[in-house]
């Protein structure tokens, strides 16, 4: 039982018993011959007793004070009302630096330190004064807070201090508490606002990402597509006006085989944005058909257990789309490029590397990360002397629950080293 509270108790006890004493004596002195006091009487005088309590109760919490705590029960008085202030008014910036200071003056110590316990192992402290050293053996009191540790007090003092010191403690458990919360908070809302930042950054580059894709294609379509289309139509327009003139019609011949020539590119391009087969054949089967369709080799190898692989098919194709998308940027400029994918049931790993590339693409970078990021998942982009490395995963479990692979988020993003296009 907490010592002071206990003296307060018994002298607030023994000032009514001294009341009500009187007001018995008083009794008797009116009415010598009287059994019971009337009720009106009894019923008067508690509330006399009450009031009169509730009027000298400062004055009575000074004289326990005193009593538990003899010549420091004035320090004990001022930190009381200091700690009170602390739980309501003060700024919560402001409570750490203030108890040390104060708590050094009333215990007269050449050091004082505060310290509160923050919610991921980490302790806060204020020392006062600010440059003082420990010196000797300080004494460490505990606070808690609804029987949590919350915060210690440290100082030089004496032993005949310490019920003083476990006093004061106890009252400034809530102060020190809502310090750790206010601390916690402010944490959560930097994190908060760390992740919308992030998440809006992520918000641009997919757009932008989107946007260059677009115009990627078209400019592929242009390029690739629209003089067989063109050169079709002209010979279109040349056999309407033979039609009308009279004259045999040529080239026919050769606007078919164009057009024919402009379907199954067409088709390529198609196979580069989204292959019909991936969710059939697999990922090995799709890579090397693009790789044939850009007609350079590469060394692609799927290996491992594919069945985890295959029954998540969103995975499967993010991993299409980062390989397909890296290998773009890098097939003109390469050497030598190989493609190694590995799953080993719970995870899915990949490795590119391509000989001789000495800058890769900054919006290629972006796109291929973001996509693993949405995901859960990273990579590593390394550009050396021998050129471009290209790593990452992502992690597999099998949901049994829900009949489906399903996908463990973990540490997302991208380190970069080396050189990357901007």
Request: aromatic share 4%; charged share 25%.
């Amino acid at each position: 039982m907490n010592t002071r509270w206990a003296v307060a108790t018994a002298v607030r006890f023994s000032f009514a018993l001294v009341l009500f004493a009187l007001g018995a004596l008083l009794f008797r002195m009116v009415d010598p011959i009287g059994d019971v006091p009337p009720w009106w009487a009894l019923g008067g005088w508690t509330t006399l007793v009450a009031t009169l309590l509730w009027s000298v109760r400062r004055q009575l919490d000074r004289l326990a004070d005193r009593l538990v705590f003899g010549t420091g029960a004035d320090g004990y008085d001022s930190m009381r009302q200091l700690l009170q202030r602390m739980s309501t008014t003060l700024e919560v910036d402001d409570v750490m630096p203030q108890l040390a200071e104060s708590l050094g003056r009333r215990m007269h110590s050449s050091r004082t330190e505060v310290r509160v316990a923050l919610d991921d192992g980490e302790r806060w402290s204020q020392v006062w004064p600010p440059a003082a050293e420990v010196s000797g053996q300080p004494l460490t009191v505990e606070i808690r807070h609804l029987g949590d540790a919350v915060g210690e007090l440290e100082l030089d003092a004496v032993d005949a201090q310490r019920r003083l010191l476990d006093e004061i403690s106890g009252q400034a458990g809530l102060a020190m508490s809502t310090v750790r919360l206010t601390w916690s908070l402010r944490r959560r809302v930097a994190q908060l606002e760390v992740l919308n930042d992030e998440l809006r950054s992520s918000q641009a580059r997919l757009v932008g990402a989107r946007l260059a894709a677009g115009r990627r294609l078209q400019a592929e379509v242009d390029d690739r597509v629209m003089p067989h289309l063109k050169a079709v139509g002209t010979t279109i327009a040349d056999a309407r006006t033979a039609i009308e003139q009279g004259r045999p019609i040529e080239g026919l011949d050769r606007a078919a085989r164009r057009l024919s020539q402009a379907l199954d590119t067409l088709r390529s391009i198609a196979r580069g944005i989204f292959p019909p087969r991936l969710s059939e054949a697999g990922l090995q089967v799709c890579l090397e058909a693009w790789r044939d369709s850009v007609g350079i080799p590469i060394a692609v190898a799927v290996t491992g257990d594919i069945a985890p692989l295959r029954a998540a098919p969103d995975i499967e194709t993010c991993l299409y789309f980062c390989l397909v998308t890296a290998l773009q940027a890098v097939v003109d400029s390469a050497a030598r490029i190989s493609v190694q994918v590995d799953t080993d049931g719970t995870k899915t790993t990949f490795r590119l590397t391509a000989a001789g590339v000495r800058a890769f693409p900054e919006l290629t970078a972006t796109a291929v990360t973001d996509r693993l990021a949405a995901f859960g998942g990273g990579c590593e982009i390394r550009l050396d002397d021998s050129g471009l490395t290209l790593s990452g995963g992502l992690v597999l479990v099998d949901d049994t629950d829900h009949g489906s692979a399903a996908l463990v988020l973990g540490t997302s993003g991208a380190k970069l080293h080396g050189r990357v296009d901007r």
